[in-house]
């Protein structure tokens, strides 16, 4: 790849407009930018930042996403699933991620911290040690996923069935228990 961009700031560009030159971008800031349906397939970015970005239905064929941070963005149907898995590592902050996809990802450890996460697929993902504090997780899906040691006490309105997760040491609050309690149609109050 013979286009590298090294510790730039792209600030307010509209890149659905203005094309991102195909390249490496390395500890690079993304602000106030628009890729909605952008193809960012094929391209490298590592120790970047996105900040109040609209990434809604990018597509991420084979793209490299290490250490990446997402603040404040706008994320719906993010394919994380089409990313490269190697060196994958990504942490979300106030995003929202509706619809996206990490189906069969590895993201031990990723963070999650006041996320709106509807509908978002999680099934046979590795998510041991993530931690969704203060996040949103109506209609997700985990299924064959491994929960070991996550950390969903200040998550709200999810439904993971224990017998179709691996949830060993996971941590949840009691009023969040429910939502482990689902698949046996029983009424709690």
């Avoid at 991620?97 to 509908?119: G, M, P």
């Amino acid at each position: 790849m013979s286009n590298t961009f090294f510790e730039q700031t792209f600030s307010k560009t509209d890149f659905t407009k203005h094309e991102l030159v195909k390249g490496e971008y390395e500890a690079c800031v993304f602000e106030e930018c628009d890729f909605s349906g952008v193809n960012l397939s094929g391209f490298r970015f590592v120790q970047c930042s996105f900040e109040e970005c609209n990434l809604s239905l990018i597509k991420l064929g084979n793209t490299t996403l290490n250490e990446i941070t997402f603040t404040d963005c706008k994320m719906l149907g993010f394919p994380a699933e089409h990313a490269n898995p190697f060196g994958l590592e990504v942490a979300f902050h106030q995003c929202v991620l509706n619809h996206a996809s990490f189906y069969k990802l590895k993201l031990k450890n990723t963070r999650f911290s006041s996320c709106k996460l509807e509908e978002v697929d999680f099934s046979e993902c590795d998510l041991s040690a993530a931690v969704f504090d203060e996040c949103e997780l109506t209609g997700a899906t985990f299924d064959q996923t491994n929960l070991e040691k996550a950390d969903f006490r200040t998550a709200v309105r999810y439904t993971i069935n224990p017998a179709t997760n691996r949830i060993k040491k996971a941590k949840f609050s009691l009023r969040g228990v429910a939502g482990l309690l689902t698949q046996f149609d029983i009424i709690i109050e």
